[in-house]
């Protein structure tokens, strides 16, 4: 990360500096300083061991990307999005072949749920890094119809990732894809929301026809997760209990470390004012991606983060780490 898009980035940026000084100035990267300031703020008084060194050199290095990335897409849009649509093909590839080694090497049937290998495991956390190219494909193959080899190409790469996703049989994922089609696209027409939710229903159909177990199950009710979460976070609603906390509990038979809720995850680690300053930055990206949906620059934006936060609300771990899905969401 910091050899091949830090350390490349920083020098572009530089080069760059009347595009940097915009992004910088921007109210949207403004909130995102903000929220990061609460969240290092919070490292002063947490409860839980945490090494400070390290959760502010995780801080510094998600708002430097942020900020890199969105100086290099202000300039080279095209660029970017000629780079996604390789990005997309490769996923898919990765994507074809953890099935082949799951469903066919391995021998599982086709009722488990799809696991991954090299990235992420977890069948949630897949389904959100699988997704999110399936968005990318959407989006590209609108982009790019009038070339129909890139147009098939995204149809193809797309068709693999959205059954993959659907193996995981996470049921949020359909309820994120939706969201994230229909809203972006409402001010293109009616008809081109039509198209695609025909194409994501069809598909959904056919899922559910290969694997009726992913109408069945029933296991980790959220409900009760959110529940013990929100009992632990008003023990400490304001203050929180630090980055370095998990809530450890027992759901369905089950251990777990985790809210599966980015907002309740937030509170619970860093307390009100840190969720406060997160909700400020997303509502504002959200009304301004949503603003101005006549470009397909917009769209994609908008489609991104309502997908990403859709996803989150449903399994949304510690945003402060590493590179992960997370920060794709």
Not at 80 to 100: D, E, M, P
Not at 183 to 202: D, E, S
Request: hydrophobic residues 55%; positive net charge; contains cysteine.
């Amino acid at each position: 990360v910091y050899l091949l898009f830090v350390l490349p980035g920083v020098i572009y940026a530089v080069l760059s500096i009347s595009e940097t000084k915009n992004v910088i100035r921007s109210p949207v990267y403004i909130a995102s300083v903000v929220f990061f300031l609460t969240i290092a703020l919070s490292l002063l008084y947490p409860d839980a061991e945490v090494s400070l060194t390290r959760e502010l050199k995780k801080i510094i290095l998600i708002l430097l990307s942020l900020l890199l990335l969105g100086v290099y897409t202000a300039g080279n849009y095209s660029l970017f999005s000629n780079a996604l649509v390789i990005g997309v093909f490769a996923v898919s590839l990765a994507a074809a072949y953890q099935g082949y080694v799951f469903y066919i090497a391995e021998g599982h049937p086709l009722s488990d749920r799809f696991r991954g290998y090299f990235i992420p495991e977890n069948p949630l956390l897949l389904a959100q890094s699988f997704g999110f190219f399936f968005i990318l494909s959407v989006h590209l193959a609108i982009n790019y119809y009038r070339r129909a080899a890139i147009l098939w190409l995204m149809v193809l790469s797309g068709g693999i990732l959205y059954f993959a996703t659907m193996a995981t049989q996470s049921r949020s994922f359909i309820v994120a894809l939706i969201l994230a089609v229909v809203f972006p696209f409402i001010r293109r027409g009616m008809k081109t929301v039509g198209y695609v939710l025909a194409c994501i229903v069809a598909g959904f159909l056919f899922a559910i026809f290969l694997n009726p177990s992913i109408l069945q199950r029933t296991d980790f009710p959220r409900i009760e997760i959110w529940t013990i979460s929100l009992e632990r976070i008003f023990e400490k609603p304001f203050l929180g209990w630090g980055g370095g906390y998990d809530p450890h509990m027992i759901v369905a038979g089950q251990p777990l470390v985790d809210t599966h809720n980015i907002f309740l995850t937030i509170w619970l680690k860093y307390g009100l004012l840190s969720l406060a300053a997160f909700s400020v930055l997303l509502s504002y990206a959200l009304v301004s991606a949503l603003k101005a949906t006549s470009s397909p620059e917009q769209r994609f934006a908008g489609s991104m983060l309502i997908f990403g936060v859709t996803m989150l609300f449903f399994e949304g771990h510690n945003i402060v780490g590493g590179p992960n899905s997370t920060w794709h969401m």
